[in-house]
């Protein structure tokens, strides 16, 4: 049974099932269980949402239209963000100035990015998707370079902060504790980082996956954020 069939029999409008017959089987229940798990690791552990992992499964795999795979991909990031959040800020690896600074843009984004959802057809949307899981692709392979060369360079703290972080104090400190150490790191590229925090959040708008797997490459390429720093602020935006 597919998952469109089973939601339009729980929420009314369908009478082509016999009596008695489940809505959602236990095995689907299991399937998509084990789904949401996946999507809510990947997403805590890389700062991605989870909803890169839904989206495609939720269409390809239990056969579900994009569109509705897209707003129940938003419910899920949304949990998924608001867990893997809670547990970055005790840990004090957040940048509460700097998600704050990014998230006024990332909003607007969103509702322009669910407006234009809601006018754009499906195989359009598959398109913009697999456009933006590559930048993904790319976008992390060359943040792990950077991070290893910079963490070797120091290259985080001696960066020179633009005009726009120091007024608004964006560099930021934590404790990582595979290193043992503080990492130090300066905010620079504010405005840049701002624009393409825009473009997150229209994703997320548009396809129901999470601001966070751009948002993540954009602190860290463009800001000069270490990478378990931008998970973190990523997580709690």
Request: hydrophobic share 55%.
């Amino acid at each position: 049974m597919s998952i469109p069939v089973a939601v339009e029999a729980v929420f009314g409008g369908f009478d082509g099932f016999k009596p008695g017959e489940p809505a959602i089987t236990p095995l689907l229940s299991v399937e998509l269980l084990a789904m949401a798990v996946l999507a809510g690791f990947l997403g805590a552990l890389m700062g991605l949402g989870g909803g890169i992992v839904m989206v495609p499964m939720l269409t390809s795999v239990f056969n579900l239209p994009i569109h509705e795979a897209v707003a129940i991909s938003i419910v899920g990031v949304v949990a998924t963000g608001i867990s893997g959040g809670s547990a970055y800020l005790r840990q004090k690896m957040t940048n509460i100035r700097l998600a704050m600074f990014l998230e006024t843009s990332t909003t607007l984004g969103a509702l322009t990015g669910a407006l234009l959802a809601l006018m754009i057809p499906g195989a359009f949307l598959f398109i913009i998707f697999s456009a933006f899981a590559f930048y993904v692709s790319i976008s992390q392979v060359r943040s792990i370079k950077l991070e290893a060369k910079k963490m070797r360079l120091d290259g985080f703290k001696k960066a020179t902060p633009d005009r726009l972080s120091r007024i608004l104090d964006l560099s930021g400190s934590y404790f990582d504790k595979s290193l043992g150490a503080d990492v130090g790191y300066v905010v620079k590229g504010s405005i840049p980082g701002w624009l393409v925090s825009f473009m997150a959040g229209m994703g997320s708008g548009l396809l129901g996956i999470g601001g966070g797997f751009i948002k993540v490459s954009a602190m860290n390429l463009f800001m000069n954020v270490p990478l378990k720093a931008s998970i973190a602020t990523s997580k709690f935006m």
